[in-house]
């Protein structure tokens, strides 16, 4: 079973930065990407970032040029720099680790770690 955890979720003001980081129990190298996902209240879990094991990265429009992601092969963590947060950032952001190999299709979740952007 493979366990995602994700940290580095709080309190910032508009205009902040926040780094989170999801570390996984399996190493990362092992999936064939990770993303970031989020969900404000009253909508859908939508897509933040995006990273394959070749480093390939795509973010969502709303994000592009504030958002980073990386991967710390050395710590075993996926991370997510977000900059010039805004209050629409506010949600729970979600880490996710995909696997597939032929007809297997594999997705992870971690458990969300909270993001609040407000004065």
């Known amino acids: 079973q493979v366990q995602l955890v994700e940290s580095g979720g709080g309190l910032v003001q508009p205009g902040g930065s926040l780094r989170l980081s999801c570390a996984a129990s399996r190493n990362i190298g092992s999936f064939n990407a990770m993303d970031w996902h989020r969900q404000a209240p009253g909508k859908e879990r939508e897509l933040v970032a995006s990273?394959?094991?070749?480093?390939?990265?795509r973010y969502a429009d709303s994000v592009k040029g504030r958002f980073t992601i990386s991967r710390d092969n050395a710590k075993n963590t996926v991370n997510l720099q977000m900059n010039s947060l805004k209050s629409e950032d506010t949600a729970v952001y979600y880490c996710?680790?995909?696997?597939?190999?032929?007809?297997?299709?594999?997705?992870?979740w971690g458990q969300g770690t909270q993001v609040t952007v407000s004065s």
């Open positions: 996710n680790a995909r696997d597939w190999s032929g007809p297997l299709y594999n997705v992870y």
């Open positions: 990273i394959t094991a070749g480093s390939i990265t």
